[in-house]
């Protein structure tokens, strides 16, 4: 199986920052990784799909880059909305897997 | 655009089965979707579970495996989970799930594209 590192497990951040979280797979994983947004008691988002393509309709703060085993997503200007739980998700191979979680909060 | 809605027992008791299903709304379970659970334990992350094709076609998280059983049911439009055994450790939010974006040559899903709102499952005597 692939195991994938999410980092940080939590992130308190002002409006207006640049937040950065990072997800490393246990192997080459190519592109084949997602980015989604879970906000409290609703089911999760695709924000971001193959490492750094924007789901359409999702506001250009957000982005992704990365490819192999090391992968990062960033909020370019933290917005109050964006307080959320962020999860990556490898699918280069099965089982698909999910990172830990990252849970982002409003300093 | 999908649609997806869970139902099933909310509590369920230790050692028994845990039996949820999924209607789906908005596109036939026929069309080129890979259906899926995923679960997520109170306060925790998520976890996959598997996923049917409409064809019957099956993958499952190893994990898993062996306590697991999804089908589908074209004429009703919706699929199923089925997890045996179940214990405390199996107490979570489950979410059926689809994707219209595929690996693998179509062998599995890659984007989760659409969720249902979950559905809490407790394991308590």
């Known amino acids: 199986d692939i195991q994938m590192t999410q980092s940080p497990s939590s992130l308190s951040a002002s409006v207006g920052d640049r937040v950065t979280i990072t997800c490393q797979a246990s192997q080459d994983i190519r592109t084949y990784l997602n980015w989604y947004q879970q906000k409290p008691g609703k089911a999760p988002k695709v924000l971001i799909y193959?490492?750094?393509n924007l789901e359409t309709g999702v506001p250009s703060r957000f982005s992704g880059s990365g490819s192999g085993t090391d992968f990062s997503f960033t909020i370019s200007s933290l917005q109050p909305e964006d307080i959320a739980t962020y999860y990556c998700?490898?699918?280069?191979?099965?089982?698909?897997?999910f990172g830990q979680g990252t849970r982002l909060e409003i300093k | 655009q999908v649609q997806l809605q869970e139902s099933g027992p909310g509590l369920v008791k230790p050692s028994g089965t845990l039996s949820l299903t999924c209607a789906v709304s908005?596109?036939?379970?026929?069309?080129?979707?890979?259906w899926s659970w995923v679960r997520q334990p109170p306060g925790k992350g998520l976890e996959w579970i598997g996923e049917?094709?409409?064809?019957?076609?099956?993958n499952y998280n190893p994990s898993l495996k062996s306590r697991v059983t999804v089908s589908v049911d074209k004429s009703k439009n919706h699929f199923s989970l089925k997890l045996s055994s179940v214990t405390a450790a199996d107490t979570a939010v489950y979410y059926c799930?689809?994707?219209?974006?595929?690996?693998?040559?179509?062998?599995?899903?890659?984007?989760?594209?659409?969720w249902g709102q979950g559905t809490l499952v407790t394991v308590s005597s």
């Open positions: 908005g596109d036939s379970i026929s069309s080129n979707y890979w």
């Open positions: 998700q490898q699918y280069d191979n099965l089982p698909l897997r």
């Open positions: 799930a689809s994707s219209a974006r595929l690996a693998g040559g179509g062998s599995y899903s890659a984007v989760i594209d659409y």
């Open positions: 193959d490492a750094s």
């Open positions: 049917i094709y409409h064809s019957g076609t099956t």
